[in-house]
């Protein structure tokens, strides 16, 4: 081979291997071990070494009771190990740990979305009788007893809640403010700003919602049938209500969003919808209030000061909202081997009243009067929208219903399957649940 | 060799394989013969699995497209990957450099990787390709949601992971290639097309149907990028049957894992019969030696 004919090669082969390498750059990582609190953790200690593992998603608002539960229950011989990982993962694990007689992890993060389905599978140890035990020393009689009511199934305490979500909406209020815009109330309100943000501003899509087709999207229906005064189903009658009009109404209400919204929607979370408020690429949005202290932190976003906070809105007005509230707790798994009275012990600690001082602003916490206007800045809007929210489904097939009515739900977003069609598809699915259960 | 060495050699490899190949094999041929919840011994079904997984198109469409991308990516990674081995080959002291740069896509996981390949592309973490695109075109692409420009990120992606694979697999043919018949057909007056299409290609069959074989093998089991780069798969068409099992077996309405290994069952079927020219050569090849 010439010389020149050598360089050339040579040159062609670094530019493919640096055209190779460069999209590697800029990975980074964050970890939240900052947000760990010192806190009593008096439990009686096993002999020997003990390893206890806990299972529970990285988010701002979990982190800091799962960090201080790790940094003040580790001591002598025993060890709490928390790895980090998605809420999708969480889901997957959970399923995997409490399968077999034994499983992997010794304690467990739930929320009250799943608790029906666990306990009636005999899946989780009641807590009741510890709770009693230990509430002067953790101080568990503060802990809201709607929330408690929200982890139990069938009478019985099955979670101990550490703090619960709700939908909230945040918007640009120097957006608003500009175009003499109030917070909407009513979808058709949203619509409304949103094309006027649309036709005087520069953002293209003001409207970002978590519309995620394998997860999220099936959340966004069930709070657009909710506030439309429909439950998923009858438990009285055991029937599902999917194929109503009023299903069909959160179907179209969901729809008629779509030309506010980034057209690749069907493919955000909440992480990707709050990058969308960070980038000042959406004007609104609507999330879970544990992603929202983030939306805040001017290390996150230049627009940081000009965000505010809201009620979500009702579909079509009236007083209950396009809402949804998660209680998130801790389990204790049935099949662990490890001691459950130590382990109780490790899961009111982090719920203590020190411990969840310490999780506000990034959580709403389980324990009374704690979130106030000074402690977050999205109080008014957090408790008002906890007060309008539709009436929750402890029932064990709310959560089968809901993964199995998924993919139906985002095929009637994408456009591939009509709505009337879609509803009849989803009842069909949610019937066939609900025969396993009569 | 005698046979208690052989034994001792081959027992380990043997026992491992066992237990990592053979009663997985086995667990999930069982498996596809029963309704299983997890936990729970499975109960026998026949052959019902079989049935519920042909009556729904969808793994039909899942096998169409699975096959079309690795029969295509296949190709490419051939074609790039021989004229990239070329142009590496060609290299003096710089070699083992660039070959070391080379390797690096093809070391980081595939979600990892997938991840970042997704941030050129994705508008709202930067997305430099796009706006190099939208700005000289003026045409806005929805890589994750319009079928067919996710099926060509999906592609672009899985090129770049397996790219250095092939790439230095057919290096190390190149330099197997004797000098003698190079020279020859330089003496000829082959030209440099002919010349690699004519001598150097044959010489190396082996090593290019290798290739061939690995990259069939592992993207007809793509996942991973899927994950990343079309999390609304099912929607746009571009459903993997990897990923089809992964939403029945874990996901769809709970966890059919009997229907999930009746259709891995298939798919095992399936790479079979594509390996099946690939495996007959070596076969034929074995015997003429």
């Given at each position: 081979m010439s010389t020149s004919r050598r360089r050339t090669a040579a040159a062609a082969a670094v530019v493919a291997s640096l055209s190779l390498v460069?999209?590697?750059?800029g990975a980074g990582s964050k970890t939240a071990s900052k947000t760990a609190t010192q806190v009593e953790c008096d439990y009686t200690a096993p002999s020997g070494e003990t390893k206890v593992n806990v299972l529970a998603y990285n988010s701002s608002s979990v982190d800091p009771y799962t960090n201080t539960m790790v940094s003040s229950c580790t001591k002598g011989d025993v060890t709490v190990n928390h790895e980090p990982i998605d809420f999708g993962g969480q889901v997957q694990k959970t399923t995997a740990t409490l399968?077999?007689?034994?499983?992997?992890?010794d304690i467990i993060e739930t929320y009250s979305f799943v608790i029906p389905q666990l306990a009636a599978d005999g899946k989780l140890e009641p807590l009741d009788e510890l709770v009693e035990k230990y509430s002067d020393e953790y101080g568990?009689?503060?802990?809201?007893e709607n929330m408690s009511e929200a982890m139990s199934y069938d009478g019985k305490l099955y979670g101990l809640p550490m703090q619960a979500q709700m939908l909230i909406m945040a918007y640009r209020e120097d957006v608003f403010d500009k175009l003499g815009?109030?917070?909407?109330?009513t979808f058709e309100e949203m619509r409304s700003a949103a094309e006027k943000i649309q036709a005087e501003t520069?953002?293209?899509?003001?409207i970002a919602l978590?519309?995620?087709?394998?997860?999220d999207i099936v959340t966004a229906y069930d709070a657009a049938l909710g506030s439309l005064?429909?439950?998923?189903?009858d438990p009285d009658t055991?029937?599902?209500?999917?194929?109503t009009p009023e299903s069909a109404k959160a179907l179209e209400a969901l729809i008629s969003l779509k030309p506010y919204?980034?057209?690749?929607?069907?493919?955000?979370?909440q992480p990707a919808v709050q990058q969308q408020m960070y980038n000042g690429d959406a004007a609104m949005s609507i999330m879970?209030?544990?992603?929202?202290n983030d939306l805040t932190l001017e290390s996150n976003s230049q627009f940081a000061q000009d965000m505010a906070f809201a009620a979500p809105p009702s579909v079509d007005g009236g007083?209950?909202?396009?809402n949804t509230v998660s209680v998130d707790g801790w389990s204790i798994p049935a099949?662990?081997?490890?001691d459950k009275e130590m382990l109780f012990e490790m899961i009111a600690s982090s719920v203590s009243e020190k411990a969840s001082k310490a999780s506000l602003p990034a959580a709403y916490p389980?324990?009374?009067?704690?979130?106030t206007e000074s402690s977050m800045p999205f109080a008014a809007a957090a408790n008002e929208s906890i007060s309008k929210v539709p009436p929750s489904?402890?029932?064990?097939w709310t959560a089968e219903i809901s993964n199995a009515i998924t993919p139906i739900v985002a095929s009637v977003l994408v456009g591939k399957t009509p709505v009337e069609e879609g509803t009849q598809k989803m009842q069909a699915a949610a019937e066939k649940i609900l025969a396993e259960y009569k | 060799m005698r046979r208690r060495e052989f034994a001792m050699f081959a027992g380990p490899s043997i026992l491992v394989m066992s237990g990592l190949l053979l009663l997985p094999l086995y667990r999930t041929v069982q498996w596809s013969l029963q309704k299983v919840d997890y936990g729970s011994p499975g109960e026998f079904v026949g052959l019902d699995n079989y049935r519920q997984a042909f009556s729904n198109s969808r793994l039909a469409d899942a096998a169409v497209f699975t096959v079309t991308l690795t029969l295509l990516v296949t190709a490419v990674l051939l074609v790039a990957g021989y004229v990239l081995a070329v142009l590496v080959n060609g290299l003096g002291r710089a070699k083992p450099y660039v070959l070391g740069l080379l390797l690096v896509p093809y070391v980081i996981p595939h979600i990892v990787g997938a991840s970042m390949f997704l941030w050129l592309f994705n508008s709202n973490y930067g997305g430099v390709v796009t706006y190099v695109i939208e700005k000289l075109t003026g045409v806005e692409i929805?890589?994750?949601?319009?079928t067919w420009a996710n099926r060509i990120l999906l592609a672009m992606n899985i090129t770049w992971a397996m790219l250095p694979f092939a790439m230095l697999i057919i290096v190390a043919g190149l330099q197997g290639v004797p000098d003698e018949i190079l020279e020859a057909a330089k003496m000829d007056g082959a030209s440099l097309i002919r010349t690699h299409l004519s001598v150097i290609v044959p010489s190396i069959r082996g090593v290019l149907g290798f290739v061939a074989l690995i990259s069939i093998m592992d993207v007809v089991r793509v996942f991973d990028p899927l994950v990343a780069l079309s999390p609304s798969a099912v929607q746009i068409g571009n459903e993997s049957i990897m990923l089809y099992i992964y939403n029945v077996a874990f996901r769809d309405g709970g966890q059919n894992l009997g229907l999930g290994s009746a259709i891995n069952v298939l798919l095992i079927i399936l790479i079979v019969i594509l390996l099946f020219p690939f495996i007959r050569g070596v076969a034929k090849e074995a015997k003429t030696r």
């Amino acid at each position: 081979m010439s010389t020149s004919r050598r360089r050339t090669a040579a040159a062609a082969a670094v530019v493919a291997s640096l055209s190779l390498v460069v999209t590697g750059c800029g990975a980074g990582s964050k970890t939240a071990s900052k947000t760990a609190t010192q806190v009593e953790c008096d439990y009686t200690a096993p002999s020997g070494e003990t390893k206890v593992n806990v299972l529970a998603y990285n988010s701002s608002s979990v982190d800091p009771y799962t960090n201080t539960m790790v940094s003040s229950c580790t001591k002598g011989d025993v060890t709490v190990n928390h790895e980090p990982i998605d809420f999708g993962g969480q889901v997957q694990k959970t399923t995997a740990t409490l399968a077999g007689d034994k499983g992997t992890y010794d304690i467990i993060e739930t929320y009250s979305f799943v608790i029906p389905q666990l306990a009636a599978d005999g899946k989780l140890e009641p807590l009741d009788e510890l709770v009693e035990k230990y509430s002067d020393e953790y101080g568990l009689d503060a802990i809201n007893e709607n929330m408690s009511e929200a982890m139990s199934y069938d009478g019985k305490l099955y979670g101990l809640p550490m703090q619960a979500q709700m939908l909230i909406m945040a918007y640009r209020e120097d957006v608003f403010d500009k175009l003499g815009l109030e917070p909407p109330t009513t979808f058709e309100e949203m619509r409304s700003a949103a094309e006027k943000i649309q036709a005087e501003t520069d953002i293209e899509y003001p409207i970002a919602l978590p519309l995620l087709a394998s997860a999220d999207i099936v959340t966004a229906y069930d709070a657009a049938l909710g506030s439309l005064g429909m439950n998923l189903t009858d438990p009285d009658t055991m029937t599902a209500n999917l194929d109503t009009p009023e299903s069909a109404k959160a179907l179209e209400a969901l729809i008629s969003l779509k030309p506010y919204m980034d057209p690749q929607v069907t493919t955000f979370d909440q992480p990707a919808v709050q990058q969308q408020m960070y980038n000042g690429d959406a004007a609104m949005s609507i999330m879970f209030s544990g992603r929202m202290n983030d939306l805040t932190l001017e290390s996150n976003s230049q627009f940081a000061q000009d965000m505010a906070f809201a009620a979500p809105p009702s579909v079509d007005g009236g007083d209950v909202l396009y809402n949804t509230v998660s209680v998130d707790g801790w389990s204790i798994p049935a099949n662990t081997p490890l001691d459950k009275e130590m382990l109780f012990e490790m899961i009111a600690s982090s719920v203590s009243e020190k411990a969840s001082k310490a999780s506000l602003p990034a959580a709403y916490p389980a324990r009374d009067g704690m979130v106030t206007e000074s402690s977050m800045p999205f109080a008014a809007a957090a408790n008002e929208s906890i007060s309008k929210v539709p009436p929750s489904e402890p029932y064990p097939w709310t959560a089968e219903i809901s993964n199995a009515i998924t993919p139906i739900v985002a095929s009637v977003l994408v456009g591939k399957t009509p709505v009337e069609e879609g509803t009849q598809k989803m009842q069909a699915a949610a019937e066939k649940i609900l025969a396993e259960y009569k | 060799m005698r046979r208690r060495e052989f034994a001792m050699f081959a027992g380990p490899s043997i026992l491992v394989m066992s237990g990592l190949l053979l009663l997985p094999l086995y667990r999930t041929v069982q498996w596809s013969l029963q309704k299983v919840d997890y936990g729970s011994p499975g109960e026998f079904v026949g052959l019902d699995n079989y049935r519920q997984a042909f009556s729904n198109s969808r793994l039909a469409d899942a096998a169409v497209f699975t096959v079309t991308l690795t029969l295509l990516v296949t190709a490419v990674l051939l074609v790039a990957g021989y004229v990239l081995a070329v142009l590496v080959n060609g290299l003096g002291r710089a070699k083992p450099y660039v070959l070391g740069l080379l390797l690096v896509p093809y070391v980081i996981p595939h979600i990892v990787g997938a991840s970042m390949f997704l941030w050129l592309f994705n508008s709202n973490y930067g997305g430099v390709v796009t706006y190099v695109i939208e700005k000289l075109t003026g045409v806005e692409i929805l890589w994750m949601t319009d079928t067919w420009a996710n099926r060509i990120l999906l592609a672009m992606n899985i090129t770049w992971a397996m790219l250095p694979f092939a790439m230095l697999i057919i290096v190390a043919g190149l330099q197997g290639v004797p000098d003698e018949i190079l020279e020859a057909a330089k003496m000829d007056g082959a030209s440099l097309i002919r010349t690699h299409l004519s001598v150097i290609v044959p010489s190396i069959r082996g090593v290019l149907g290798f290739v061939a074989l690995i990259s069939i093998m592992d993207v007809v089991r793509v996942f991973d990028p899927l994950v990343a780069l079309s999390p609304s798969a099912v929607q746009i068409g571009n459903e993997s049957i990897m990923l089809y099992i992964y939403n029945v077996a874990f996901r769809d309405g709970g966890q059919n894992l009997g229907l999930g290994s009746a259709i891995n069952v298939l798919l095992i079927i399936l790479i079979v019969i594509l390996l099946f020219p690939f495996i007959r050569g070596v076969a034929k090849e074995a015997k003429t030696r």
